[in-house]
């Protein structure tokens, strides 16, 4: 029992684990500690912490290493991100790969994001004011490795003509944390000491040392960066991905980091104001080129790495041959001393030796032959693949692009095509009953008739048509086609073409094979494209019909909103008439009367002129509209309907002056259908209220009624197609009211209060097209 109880507990374990696994991943930073480990865990766990709380499904650690250790984790890619120094960063670029995402911005620089290295001794050392008073005086350094502890201070000795390794009489290389140094040079345990700036600063603030304690040799001035430095400033710390990690967590990373201020408490514990975007390191490579390290160790030298590289298969070649001779030689040897008896075997021997070596090295020369031709051939196939993948890489760029719409994608497919085939032109053509239509076209439009009149000399085009630049029908030109197919028709020809000085005519299959691709994914946008403007048409024809719909429910509310009106106009003019035939009373009582019978009639003209607006087709127009306009139109029509149903309508509009960008027609359907709804819904004697709030960015308006609520298995099923809980409705008037609201780029919804239910729905004060 007991046994049985104990894996059953491992199978619980092991459960939950890999269900954390598959919710959470793990990605880790690594940091260089030159602080020590403790200080930069303090440091740079915020950060971590920050970036797990908002990159969604993983979770950051730091990791700390110092210089060698932290190589060590990058060559055997145990880790996803790390933040090093520039010249480390330079190196591992080069060697592993590694690509910087931000560069880390520290309190020191307001405006630049940079650091540098400061040259300190003790402040009571007189003899000591310049770099260049460090001959013959004991130096102590971080490691030979370490970008601001030790080379930007080796650079600068350089310019002055100093060599550390011969002019300074001890060098000593202490490793992190840069503390020990300046603790170091107070107790006198060396002359001068090299730490990167800030060190000195944050120390003399955590009370560690004093202020008057610690000079700074040649120390320099700079306006856009406060804290003593002895040498040129570098950019800083660049926060870098490694190879293998995912350029989408990358880029989710980067835009994390970017937007870190200084108040946050990741900056505020990283003592940093923040991180910005990824700055030029040519100075650290023209650094680390001029003291011959990192990267650039090896600059001039011929190693015998180099040679075993580069020279491989000549060394396989030569050693081969050697064998073979050795082997020879030793046959040789061997044959001579069988064929010492007779004079007639010795000949005929070195006769046959002879004729074995011939073979041999003809063989050879065969061999070496198929070598050389399989390597053109495998390169040759290589930049194939490669073109290849970056021209699908490309069309991928441009397919999956919404920022850009239809003809600014296909003008970027054909000057992609264009690129990769080497041609001077690319054209796409329409096909017409004559012939052929130029739709676009990129690069030089002098081929424009020339491939017109070669497409039409072909019989048909249903395949990839490749013509060499001597056939009759291009005058000379290099042609490269295929057919676009749109609902099974050819609709349009994809067409390359350059001079026939400069295009070559040996297309291979994978060329031909991206062509397809590319005439391909044309014909699927255009289909696209119809696809989407029926659609358009039919939501449009739809919202009409919910329109008609409506208006025919509200039938008898409108054929009361005409008759009052009309009826007073009526009795208006009648009264003026018995008036005038029995001559009693005024010119001045007549008018009156004509007056208010004008404005009964110019009351009745109005509600029409609005519900032509209302019922009328065409594409949608968008502009500039009040909402209090549509609130108060929409509240004149449902005038008669609430005082039938009994009930009170109350709207508060907050800001009167409150304009969209829209189709106020379709916004004001919206209102129609939701206010009409809460009307229906509220008992008589009740109140529905309608209430709009404004920002800077939105919008809201709610329509709150006093009816039986939404009841929860309907969430939001309200807003689907054809449902409905009215014995005759159609089910179109939520589901078009969400539509519209998501054309508009808001978003509707209905949730249950105490006394009711309320509609509310959001809308963009501005957009990119009314802005």
């Known amino acids: 029992m007991f046994r049985l109880i104990y894996f059953y507990a491992i199978f619980l374990l092991v459960i939950t684990v890999e269900v954390h696994a598959v919710n959470e991943n793990t990605a880790s930073i690594g940091v260089l500690a030159f602080r020590g480990e403790p200080v930069a865990l303090e440091r740079w766990r915020a950060t971590a912490d920050y970036l797990s709380e908002h990159v969604a499904g993983y979770k950051f650690e730091i990791q700390t290493f110092d210089l060698v250790s932290m190589e060590e984790a990058v060559a055997t890619g145990e880790l996803n991100f790390i933040l090093t120094n520039p010249g480390q960063y330079a190196t591992f670029e080069t060697k592993y790969g590694v690509s910087r995402m931000v560069t880390m911005q520290t309190t020191g620089g307001e405006n630049y994001p940079q650091f540098g290295s ?19 005086k004991h130096l102590m350094a971080v490691s030979p490795n370490a970008f601001g502890g030790y080379q930007m201070v080796w650079h600068e000795l350089k310019q002055l003509g100093i060599s550390p390794k011969t002019d300074i009489s001890g060098l000593t290389f202490s490793g992190f944390p840069q503390d020990n140094i300046v603790i170091s040079v107070i107790n006198g345990e060396a002359d001068a000491g090299i730490v990167r700036t800030g060190i000195i600063e944050r120390m003399i603030k955590d009370g560690t040392i004093l202020s008057g304690q610690i000079k700074v040799l040649s120390s320099r001035q700079s306006e856009d960066f406060s804290l003593k430095h002895s040498t040129r400033l570098y950019p800083e710390w660049p926060f870098a991905k490694l190879k293998h990690t995912s350029s989408v967590l990358a880029k989710m990373v980067a835009e994390n980091l970017l937007a870190v201020s200084a108040t946050d408490i990741s900056a505020q514990k990283g003592r940093i104001i923040g991180w910005t975007i990824p700055l030029d390191y040519t100075l650290v490579h023209e650094l680390l080129r001029d003291l011959r390290i990192g990267p650039y160790a090896n600059l001039g030298k011929v190693t015998i790495q180099y040679i075993m590289r580069e020279y491989s298969l000549v060394i396989f070649s ?387 009624d006093q009816g039986r609520g939404i009841d929860t298995e309907e969430g939001e099923s309200v807003f689907d197609p054809f449902y409905t809980t009215k014995v005759e409705g159609m089910g179109l008037g939520l589901s078009i009211c969400r539509a519209i609201i998501e054309a508009h780029d808001g978003k509707i919804w209905a949730e249950n209060t105490t006394r009711g239910a309320s509609f509310i729905f959001e809308l963009p004060t501005s957009n990119k097209e009314g802005a």
């Open 118 to 136: 400061a040259v300190i001794a003790r402040a009571d050392r007189k003899d000591l004011q310049e770099l260049s008073d460090l001959k013959g």
């Open 318 to 704: 030569f050693l081969m041959t050697l064998l073979i001779l050795i082997i020879s030689v030793v046959i040789t040897k061997n044959a001579n001393q069988r064929l010492v008896y007779t004079q007639a075997k010795l000949k005929d021997h070195r006769r046959k030796l002879k004729d074995e070596v011939t073979s041999q090295t003809e063989k050879l020369h065969q061999v070496n032959k198929c070598l050389r031709k399989d390597i053109q051939q495998r390169e040759k196939a290589e930049n194939t693949v490669r073109r290849s993948r970056e021209a699908i890489r490309s069309l991928y760029e441009i397919a999956v692009d919404y920022d850009r719409d239809h003809d600014e994608k296909l003008n970027d497919l054909i000057a992609l095509g264009r690129r990769h085939y080497g041609m001077e032109a690319g054209l796409l053509y329409e096909v017409v009953q004559d012939g052929f239509s130029l739709c676009f076209i990129d690069g030089d439009d002098r081929y424009t008739n020339d491939v017109a009149h070669c497409l039409k000399g072909l019989s048909a085009i249903d395949q990839t048509v490749e013509i060499t630049p001597d056939h009759s029908h291009c005058n000379g030109r290099g042609l490269l086609a295929f057919p676009v197919v749109v609902h099974g028709n050819v609709c349009c020809v994809l067409a390359f073409v350059g001079d026939a000085n400069n295009v070559h005519t040996g297309f291979d299959k994978v060329d031909k094979d991206l062509l397809l691709l590319m005439a391909s994914w044309i014909g699927s946008e255009m289909e696209y494209k119809d696809a989407r403007m029926e659609k358009e048409l039919h939501k449009s024809r739809l919202i009409r019909v919910a329109r008609l719909n409506t208006m025919g429910q509200m039938a008898s509310e409108l054929a009361h909103e005409l008759n009052q009106p009309l009826t007073a106009a009526q009795n208006y003019i009648g009264g003026g008439i018995r008036i005038m035939s029995h001559g009693e009373g005024s010119t001045d009582e007549v008018l009156i009367g004509m007056e208010k019978a004008l404005e009964s009639v110019n009351r009745a003209t109005a509600v029409i002129r609005h519900l032509r607006q209302i019922v009328r087709t065409g594409v949608p127009s968008k502009d500039w509209f009040k909402l209090s306009d549509a609130i108060e139109h929409i509240m004149e029509m449902l005038e008669s309907n609430a005082e039938q149903l009994k009930v009170k309508i109350d709207y508060v509009i907050h800001d009167a002056d409150a304009e969209l960008w829209g189709d106020a027609m379709q916004i004001e359907q919206v209102l129609l259908n939701l206010v009409r709804n809460a009307l229906e819904a509220t008992p008589p004697e009740s109140r529905v209220s309608i209430v709009t709030e404004c920002t800077e960015e939105l919008i809201t308006i709610r329509i709150d």
